[in-house]
C-alpha cells in the first residue's frame, strides 16, 4: 500500500495537481491542498493563470486574493469539486484533498533524487546543477540518498531557472534534525544564507498575514535554516514522518473545538515540531484568554510555524482550543490547533506561535 507523504505532488483525473499536506489520512483520501485547478468549471478570478502539460488551469493560493473572495472560491469548488473535501467528523471542520482513487499520476520523490545524482555533468543544466551540487553536498551528513527525495517543479521538471526554489525532503524525524544540525555548519562555496536585508525584502514582500512584526518574524526565522542559498538559487527542505513514526494516526482521536484562545507556556519536547502536522509539548501552560484549562500541546498545520520554538523556551500561541479525546486508550487533554484549512477564510492573522524574549 502507497504511503503518502506529506509534500507528494500528485495529479486527479479531473486534471487537478495537488500537494499532500499531512503524512497521515483518513481512509480512501489524502489530505492535500491543490495546487493547480482547471479554469474551466469555476470562477478563477484573482489567481495566476498558467498552462501546464496544455491545460489552463489557475494557481491556487490562499493569499492571492482576500477572506472574503477565498471563501466565495472555496465554496465554488466545493461545488464543483465536492469528492475533494472532506469534512471530519473526528475534527469538526474540514480539509481539502483528493479521494485515492481519483489520484491518476504520482511520481516517487526518492526516484527522483536517484534520477538527479545519475546525471552526468553534461546532462545538467544551471538549475539541475545546482540540485545535485546541493543534493551531494547533503549526502556528506551521512545521511543516505534513499533518505532524500525531491518534489514540486525539481521533481516535476517545470522549474524556471533564476525562479523557481530547489524543493528536497528529508525522509524520517530523526533524519531531519540531523540535517538541520549538519546545514548550519556546512561550508560549501555556493552555500550561503540570507542577509538581513534580504529577510527584510522578503518580509516586506510575504503575504502570509502573520501577526508578526517584521523583528519577530527574522529572528525566528534565522534560526530554522530550514530555506538556504546555494548558487543563488533558494533550496526549502522539508522534513516528514515516516510510517512508522507517526504520533498520533488519524482515528486514535476525537477533537472538539472550543473556540479561539492564548496560551503561554515552557516547550517541554520540540521533536514533532518539524513536520506537518507537527507539535510542541508543553509544561506549565496557562490560558490567557479562553477557557481555563491546560493545554498539552500546540499543533501546527503550518509550515511558517514549524521549528519556530525549542525546547526549554516559554512561547505565546493562539489558535483553536480543542479538547482531546482519545479513542482506544489514553485520557482526555487540551491543545491548540493553528493553520486549519478553514482558519484561512475566518481568522487570517490571529493564529501564531511567537518565543517569548
Not at 58 to 67: C, I, L, S, T
Not at 271 to 292: C, F, M, T, W
Not at 314 to 326: C, D, H, Y
Amino acid at each position: 500500500m502507497t504511503h503518502f507523504y506529506e509534500s507528494m505532488i500528485m495529479w486527479s483525473d479531473d486534471g487537478l495537481q495537488l500537494k499532500s499536506y499531512a503524512n497521515d489520512h483518513p481512509d480512501g483520501f489524502v489530505i492535500a491542498k491543490p495546487k493547480y485547478i482547471p479554469r474551466q468549471r469555476i470562477d478563477c478570478t484573482g489567481f495566476q493563470e498558467r498552462n501546464i502539460q496544455g491545460n489552463d488551469v489557475r494557481r491556487f493560493d490562499y493569499w492571492a486574493v482576500d477572506e472574503k473572495r477565498l471563501k466565495s472560491y472555496i465554496d465554488d469548488f466545493r461545488k464543483a469539486y465536492p469528492d475533494y473535501m472532506y469534512d471530519s467528523p473526528l475534527h469538526h471542520t474540514w480539509f481539502m484533498g483528493v479521494p485515492k482513487n481519483k489520484i491518476a499520476r504520482l511520481p516517487n520523490p526518492k526516484e527522483g533524487v536517484k534520477k538527479i545524482l545519475a546525471m552526468k555533468d553534461s546532462e545538467m543544466d544551471d538549475y539541475m546543477k545546482r540540485a545535485h551540487g546541493f543534493l551531494s553536498l547533503v549526502l556528506e551528513s551521512g545521511l543516505k540518498a534513499s533518505d532524500l527525495g525531491v518534489t514540486n517543479s525539481t521533481l516535476l521538471g517545470t522549474y524556471t531557472y533564476g525562479r523557481s526554489d530547489i524543493d528536497i525532503i528529508v525522509f524520517g524525524k530523526e533524519n531531519y534534525w540531523k540535517y538541520i544540525s549538519f546545514i548550519q555548519n556546512a561550508k560549501h562555496p555556493w552555500l550561503r544564507w540570507k542577509t538581513l536585508e534580504e529577510w527584510k525584502k522578503y518580509f516586506a514582500s510575504y503575504n502570509a498575514g502573520l501577526f508578526i512584526s517584521e523583528d519577530e518574524f527574522i529572528w525566528h526565522s534565522r534560526r530554522k535554516f530550514i530555506d538556504v542559498y546555494f548558487g543563488e538559487t533558494v533550496v526549502s527542505v522539508f522534513g516528514v514522518e515516516n510510517p512508522g513514526e507517526i504520533s498520533v494516526k488519524w482515528g486514535d482521536e476525537k477533537y472538539t473545538p472550543m473556540g479561539m484562545a492564548t496560551v503561554k507556556g515552557k516547550v517541554k519536547d520540540d521533536y514533532n515540531g518539524i513536520v506537518r502536522p507537527g507539535y510542541y509539548e508543553l509544561e506549565n501552560a496557562k490560558v490567557v484568554q479562553g477557557p481555563d484549562v491546560k493545554v498539552k500541546k500546540v499543533v501546527t498545520y503550518a509550515r511558517d510555524f514549524m521549528l519556530q520554538a525549542f525546547e526549554g523556551e516559554s512561547i505565546v500561541a493562539a489558535g483553536i482550543l480543542e479538547k482531546v479525546t482519545p479513542l482506544k486508550s489514553g485520557e482526555e487533554y487540551y491543545r491548540i490547533v493553528i493553520g486549519y484549512f478553514e482558519s484561512y477564510t475566518t481568522r487570517r492573522g490571529e493564529e501564531y506561535i511567537k518565543v517569548q524574549r
